[in-house]
């Protein structure tokens, strides 16, 4: 092909997908095409409309935690992937693989390696999952979103934090956004790119406490749950906002003043960069914990308010919304914090980095 390809494995969620956009955007405006290896269910499907990109699709399953039969069956599927994966870069040619964590990206790291096409990766958690441990063998570097979420210090490894979309850099700053002392917040939850079942059963109960002069909600409920969600509030006279989807989360950020979501790395590092305060609430059944190990990284540099999915939870989630409207001084603290966690600068790192890989790899 006469265009030059880079390879990019992402697939899955949004935490895997929209990193792994944002720097496929990049080499795109440097001239490249992109060979998107993805899954037929993964989020990348529907997000995904730009000529330069080509997706292509593999089998990919999860092993950890499955049954004898289970895991059985997901070794056969890998090699029925790393097929496809030589095929796929027999046929386009890539000059450089570019792995966002997930299974997907493991068979075509492999193939990669063996063909001698420069592999590189990005770990968005704090503690990198399973697939980017054994990609890690393979590739020439690693970025990563935390520091020592490797569990080691390496010339390999490069923390440079989580590559955030343009539409996030131009959004109302902390500054701006806290200067008033009045007694109202604007809430957006969130609970990821799936929604968040617990989220949605247990929120409008939390926020019955309150008075709706008081605040106003905003609250993603994840598809199909709308009307559920709605009918909830309405129990308790809540009128809020709520969406299935946002195409346009940009957008609901700027209007909020308080953000109630996941522990997601990339819902906190879109977080980080425009400065808003936010309640963490991990999701206790992700893998390795590292949603909890994620916010406890903010909670223990004051940039979050960790407050965890059990028994207690209705009766800790009152207790900080009354001490915030009695503090509404600590949410611009909490938004200062936040953007000073991570590293400046993340994309044009990355990039220097990967052109300079494929600048030798052609020499």
């Given at each position: 092909m006469s265009k030059k390809i880079i390879a990019i494995m992402a697939s899955g969620t949004g935490g895997h997908v929209y990193p792994a956009l944002t720097i496929a955007d990049e080499f795109i405006k440097k001239g490249f095409h992109i060979l998107w290896i993805g899954t037929e269910n993964g989020i990348e499907n529907r997000v995904i409309n730009n000529k330069a990109i080509i997706i292509e699709k593999i089998d990919s399953v999860g092993i950890r935690g499955k049954s004898y039969f289970g895991k059985l069956l997901g070794f056969l599927i890998f090699f029925k992937s790393l097929y496809k994966s030589y095929f796929l870069y027999k046929k386009y040619r890539p000059v450089l693989s570019f792995g966002f964590g997930g299974y997907v990206s493991v068979a075509s790291s492999i193939i990669s390696f063996f063909l001698r096409v420069p592999v590189v990766l990005h770990e968005q958690n704090s503690i990198a999952g399973t697939s980017n441990k054994i990609n890690y063998?393979?590739?020439?570097?690693?970025?990563?979103?935390?520091?020592?979420?490797?569990?080691?210090?390496?010339?390999?490894?490069?923390?440079?934090?989580?590559?955030?979309?343009?539409?996030?850099?131009?959004?109302?700053?902390?500054?701006?956004?806290?200067?008033?002392?009045?007694?109202?917040?604007?809430?957006?939850?969130?609970?990821?790119?799936?929604?968040?079942?617990?989220?949605?059963?247990?929120?409008?109960?939390?926020?019955?406490?309150?008075?709706?002069?008081?605040?106003?909600?905003?609250?993603?409920?994840?598809?199909?749950?709308?009307?559920?969600?709605?009918?909830?509030?309405?129990?308790?006279?809540?009128?809020?906002?709520?969406?299935?989807?946002?195409?346009?989360?940009?957008?609901?950020l700027e209007w909020s003043s308080l953000v109630v979501c996941r522990a997601g790395s990339t819902s906190i590092s879109e977080l980080a960069t425009i400065g808003r305060a936010t309640i963490l609430i991990p999701f206790p059944y992700a893998t390795d914990q590292h949603q909890l190990h994620n916010a406890l990284f903010l909670a223990n540099n004051s940039a979050t308010i960790l407050i965890q999915q059990n028994d207690l939870f209705v009766e800790n989630f009152v207790n900080t919304l009354n001490i915030i409207f009695n503090d509404q001084k600590r949410l611009y603290t909490l938004s200062k914090n936040i953007q000073d966690i991570f590293p400046k600068d993340t994309i044009p790192k990355i990039m220097n980095t990967s052109m300079d890989i494929i600048t030798s790899a052609n020499e």
């Amino acid at each position: 092909m006469s265009k030059k390809i880079i390879a990019i494995m992402a697939s899955g969620t949004g935490g895997h997908v929209y990193p792994a956009l944002t720097i496929a955007d990049e080499f795109i405006k440097k001239g490249f095409h992109i060979l998107w290896i993805g899954t037929e269910n993964g989020i990348e499907n529907r997000v995904i409309n730009n000529k330069a990109i080509i997706i292509e699709k593999i089998d990919s399953v999860g092993i950890r935690g499955k049954s004898y039969f289970g895991k059985l069956l997901g070794f056969l599927i890998f090699f029925k992937s790393l097929y496809k994966s030589y095929f796929l870069y027999k046929k386009y040619r890539p000059v450089l693989s570019f792995g966002f964590g997930g299974y997907v990206s493991v068979a075509s790291s492999i193939i990669s390696f063996f063909l001698r096409v420069p592999v590189v990766l990005h770990e968005q958690n704090s503690i990198a999952g399973t697939s980017n441990k054994i990609n890690y063998y393979f590739a020439k570097y690693a970025f990563e979103t935390f520091p020592l979420s490797f569990g080691k210090s390496s010339n390999k490894i490069k923390h440079v934090g989580n590559p955030v979309r343009d539409n996030f850099n131009n959004i109302e700053s902390p500054e701006k956004k806290y200067l008033s002392d009045k007694s109202y917040l604007n809430i957006l939850i969130m609970g990821g790119s799936q929604g968040s079942k617990f989220f949605n059963e247990s929120l409008p109960f939390s926020f019955s406490y309150f008075d709706n002069k008081n605040i106003a909600i905003k609250h993603i409920s994840g598809l199909n749950n709308k009307a559920i969600v709605e009918k909830k509030y309405n129990k308790y006279n809540l009128k809020p906002e709520v969406y299935e989807y946002s195409e346009n989360i940009d957008k609901l950020l700027e209007w909020s003043s308080l953000v109630v979501c996941r522990a997601g790395s990339t819902s906190i590092s879109e977080l980080a960069t425009i400065g808003r305060a936010t309640i963490l609430i991990p999701f206790p059944y992700a893998t390795d914990q590292h949603q909890l190990h994620n916010a406890l990284f903010l909670a223990n540099n004051s940039a979050t308010i960790l407050i965890q999915q059990n028994d207690l939870f209705v009766e800790n989630f009152v207790n900080t919304l009354n001490i915030i409207f009695n503090d509404q001084k600590r949410l611009y603290t909490l938004s200062k914090n936040i953007q000073d966690i991570f590293p400046k600068d993340t994309i044009p790192k990355i990039m220097n980095t990967s052109m300079d890989i494929i600048t030798s790899a052609n020499e």
